[in-house]
């Protein structure tokens, strides 16, 4: 097997993820991160069951449940909190061989980095060039330059690299929310199941963190770059105080400066997650809306499938082309679905909200679980 220098651009959970994926193969690889520090800011992230499975397949699995819940039941709810869909989560045991789990954002990268010697992390640098150089290239950092045979860049839904290497390719485009996600405070004895309730060009969601924390998340269609001028906790609780239990106790124990909020993008099809030796994942690729749940999960899935391409392939070129190949029809696939369901939870119309409700509420709960198989069973 040939050992590749590997150059990370990003030191999200993608990037990382890929660095421990390469480093387990015996690759030599650095991680390029332009924050002074590798950090992720506070919220949570749903853990699929084929993310565990990408875990796994990186020795994490057992760390990362460690630090997180396995959500029992969820569903999705009304505006008035009647429930139009719940699912008993051990199904997903039983079909996949792992729960959903619940986890930290920063719980998940500070296990990803302890996994990483401190020698191939390189925080405070920001990539200038990148470089095709003989049969490698070269990157070129604030720090320095680095000589790789390989550059993956997990730089996010606004890469630079996307941007330089295809140019031609339409770039991010806002979906029409935003999103706010939030920690609460220890929530001390409250037992309540997660779910997703939904209104009127708005939904609200909440699922339990450990320590009696709950993870929520909420979404509104308001123009892009819109901002609160009194604070986005503040803007929270206006659209959502009085909606059904247990939504006003949680953003009453959420602390005002741990509201984050994002104006959601996703990305266009790309023809190609490879152009020479410089392969995207994550949201560099293939940004989605959020509402499968499913953007990290593809981007450790992205991670184990790179490592796995460059040591089974005899070279370079073929191995980034058989990455391509697995991964672009998938996880644009998976975009597009994110997509729809995401514009179905922000309808806004009296008569296309009554519609979507009903439907919900007739659809069996089996069948929702086999419309997942394709997203949830996949396997390193």
Known sequence: MALYTVVVVGGGIGGLA???????????????????????????????????????????????????????????????????????????????????????????????????????????????????????????????????????????????????????????????CTAWRMVTGPM?????????????????GFTKLPGGRFYCFATATVRAG???????????????????????????????????????YDLPPLPAFVRGRLALLGDAAHAMDPALGQGACQALEDAVTLAEALGTNADVDSALASYDRSRRPRTQRIARRAGRLGAVGQWSSPPAVLLRDVAARLTPASTTLRSMDSVLAWTP
């Open 188 to 204: 001390g004895d409250l037992d309540a199941d997660g779910a997703v309730l939904w209104g009127r060009g708005e939904r609200i």
């Open 18 to 176: 890929a660095a421990v994926a390469l480093r387990r193969r015996g690759y030599q690889v650095t991680v390029l991160e332009r924050a002074a520090e590798f950090t992720e800011a506070g919220a949570g992230l749903s853990l699929w069951p084929n993310a565990m499975r990408a875990l796994s397949a990186l020795g994490l699995a057992e760390p990362v449940s460690a630090l997180s819940v396995a959500e029992t039941t969820g569903g999705v709810r009304d505006r008035t909190g009647r429930w139009l869909s719940r699912m008993d989560n051990s199904e997903f045991v039983r079909r996949h061989g792992w729960p959903l789990r619940v986890v930290h954002r920063a719980d998940l990268l500070r296990t990803l980095v302890s996994a990483l010697p401190q020698e191939c992390l390189r925080p405070g640098s920001e990539v200038h060039a990148v470089r095709p150089s003989g049969d490698g290239v070269d990157v070129e950092h604030s720090g320095g330059t680095v000589r790789a045979d390989v550059v993956v860049g997990a730089d996010g839904v606004h890469s630079t690299l996307r941007e330089r290497f295809w140019p031609d390719a339409p770039g991010p485009r806002y979906v029409g």
């Open 226 to 264: 819109e901002a609160a001028s009194d604070g986005e906790h503040a803007a929270v609780r206006r659209r959502f105080d009085r909606w059904p239990d247990p939504i006003p106790a949680l953003l009453a124990a959420t602390p005002e400066n741990a509201v984050l909020r994002h104006d959601v």
